[in-house]
C-alpha cells in the first residue's frame, strides 16, 4: 500500500521533469527579451484597440513565453485582417504592424493598384525549436518574436500565394520580392522561398538578437521596378458653339476616348457636401440676358453738366508759409558724366604697365640729299637772240659772260633789250 501511493506521487513528476528537458526545465529566459518588452510597452508603440488586445503573461514549457502578449485579429488600424488570430510580445507587434501600413500596402498599390486587405499568417507564438525539429535552438516563435506569412489577399478578392507565386506572373512575384526586401530592412532574420527546404511556402520574419549583431536576409533581396499603373479620368469637355443649344444630358455623355493622365485627387463623391443625383442630373440650358427695348438703345446718353469755369488767381512764386528759399544750383566740383555717371573710383587699378622689350642695334640714317640750287634764270617767257636756247633754260652750263667771270649763264643775269650797248672803247676795260 505504502509502495503504491508513493509511486501515486512520483509519477507526475518523473512526467513533468522529462517534458521539461524537452525543452530545458532550468533554462533561464533571456534578459534582454523581458527589457524589450517592457521598452515597447513604456514607449507607448502599440497602441490597444478592438483589433489588438493585451493578453496576460503566457509561460509556456522551459523558456517559452512572454510577459506581455497581445492577440491581434487586424493590423493597419483594423484595414488589413490578420487570418487565423495572431499572438505576438509587443516588439514584433509593433513592427510588423509598421512593415504592413509603410511597406506592404504601398507595394500593392504599385505592383496591382489596389491595397491589401488580408494577410494569411501560418504560425505566430508556437512553444517549438526551430525548423520543428527535435533537438537544436528555440525558435523566435516561442517567444513571441516571429511570423510566418503565406499570402495576400488583395481589395478585389485575388490572393497572392507565397508557395505558387514566388515563380509566378511578374507583377505577384515584383510584389513579393518587395515586401520582401522592405522586411530586410525592418527585421533581423528574413527567410523566404529558396533560403532552405523548410521555407518554400512562406516569409518568415522575426527580430532575433545576436552577440555579433548579424543579420540574415535570404535569398539575397531584389527590388524590382514596379510598372507605372495607368490612371483614367474623364474626356475633355466640349462647350458647344456659339448660337447652340447647351447639351441637355450628363457631361460624361460627352463623346470622346479617355486618356491616361495622373491622378489629381479624390474623386467626387469623396469630396464634402457631394450629391451624387445633383451631379448626374442633366445640365439646365444657360439663362440668356434679357434684350433691351430699342428705344433704349437709340437714346444716348445725357452728357454730364459739369459747374462753370472759375478763374482762379495765378499761383505765386514768393516763398509763403513753410516753404523755403529758392534753391541755388551750382556747378559740381567733378563732371557728373565721367565714368558713366557714377561717383570716381577711390581704388582705381593701377594702369598696365609697358612690355619691355629687347634692346636692338640699327643702322644710322642717312643724310638727306643735298637740295638742288634755287633757278637764276632771268625773267621772261622767250630768251633774247643773242641767248642760245639751252642757256636760256639751263642745259648747258658752259661758263660765258665777261672775261675773268667764270660764272654759269644761271647765275649770270642778263636782261633781254631791243637795242644793243655800245662797244666798248679800245683799251678800255
Not at 529566459?29 to 503566457?58: H, M, N, Y
Not at 525539429?133 to 497572392?160: C, M, P, Q, Y
Amino acid at each position: 500500500m505504502t509502495r503504491g501511493v508513493s509511486w501515486f506521487f512520483v509519477a507526475p513528476l518523473v512526467l513533468l521533469g522529462l517534458s521539461g528537458c524537452k525543452f530545458g526545465l532550468f533554462d533561464q529566459r533571456e534578459p534582454w527579451r523581458t527589457e524589450a518588452e517592457e521598452r515597447c510597452l513604456a514607449e507607448g508603440r502599440v497602441k490597444p484597440s478592438a483589433f489588438i488586445v493585451q493578453d496576460r503573461a503566457l509561460n509556456g514549457a522551459g523558456t517559452c513565453g512572454m510577459d506581455h502578449a497581445f492577440r491581434i485579429t487586424a493590423f493597419s488600424q483594423g484595414s488589413v485582417e490578420v487570418s487565423p488570430r495572431a499572438t505576438l510580445a509587443c516588439p514584433m507587434t509593433s513592427a510588423v504592424d509598421q512593415w504592413v501600413t509603410q511597406d506592404v500596402q504601398p507595394a500593392a498599390m504599385a505592383w496591382f493598384g489596389q491595397p491589401v486587405v488580408k494577410i494569411k499568417q501560418m504560425s505566430s507564438y508556437s512553444c517549438r525549436r526551430m525548423n520543428g525539429a527535435t533537438t537544436g535552438k528555440i525558435s523566435e516563435h516561442a517567444f513571441g518574436n516571429g511570423l510566418d506569412i503565406g499570402g495576400f489577399v488583395l481589395a478585389d478578392g485575388r490572393e497572392i500565394s507565397v508557395r505558387k507565386d514566388w515563380k509566378g506572373s511578374a507583377d505577384a512575384r515584383g510584389f513579393l520580392r518587395t515586401v520582401q526586401a522592405d522586411a530586410c530592412e525592418r527585421f533581423t532574420v528574413v527567410l523566404a522561398p529558396g533560403s532552405n527546404i523548410y521555407h518554400y511556402d512562406h516569409i518568415h520574419i522575426d527580430l532575433m538578437r545576436r552577440a555579433s549583431g548579424s543579420t540574415t536576409c535570404k535569398p539575397l533581396a531584389q527590388r524590382p521596378i514596379p510598372p507605372r499603373l495607368p490612371v483614367y479620368k474623364a474626356p475633355a469637355y466640349k462647350a458647344p458653339p456659339y448660337g447652340a443649344s447647351w447639351q441637355t444630358g450628363p457631361m460624361s455623355s460627352v463623346p470622346g476616348a479617355a486618356q491616361p493622365a495622373e491622378d489629381y485627387g479624390p474623386a467626387g463623391d469623396e469630396q464634402e457636401g457631394y450629391d451624387e443625383a445633383t451631379a448626374n442630373a442633366p445640365l439646365a440650358p444657360a439663362p440668356l440676358a434679357p434684350a433691351r427695348p430699342a428705344a433704349a438703345r437709340a437714346a444716348p446718353a445725357p452728357a454730364p453738366a459739369y459747374p462753370p469755369a472759375q478763374a482762379y488767381p495765378a499761383p505765386s512764386r514768393a516763398p509763403t508759409g513753410n516753404v523755403g528759399a529758392p534753391m541755388v544750383l551750382t556747378p559740381p566740383a567733378a563732371n557728373p558724366y565721367e565714368n558713366g555717371g557714377y561717383a570716381a573710383d577711390p581704388y582705381p587699378a593701377p594702369a598696365p604697365a609697358a612690355p619691355a622689350y629687347p634692346a636692338q642695334s640699327y643702322p644710322a640714317p642717312r643724310a638727306p640729299a643735298p637740295a638742288a640750287p634755287a633757278s637764276t634764270r632771268p625773267p621772261g617767257l622767250l630768251p633774247p637772240g643773242s641767248i642760245p636756247l639751252a642757256k636760256w633754260l639751263g642745259l648747258d652750263t658752259t661758263p660765258t659772260g665777261t672775261a675773268g667771270d667764270a660764272r654759269s649763264f644761271t647765275t649770270t643775269r642778263e636782261f633781254a633789250s631791243p637795242i644793243p650797248p655800245p662797244a666798248a672803247a679800245t683799251g678800255s676795260d
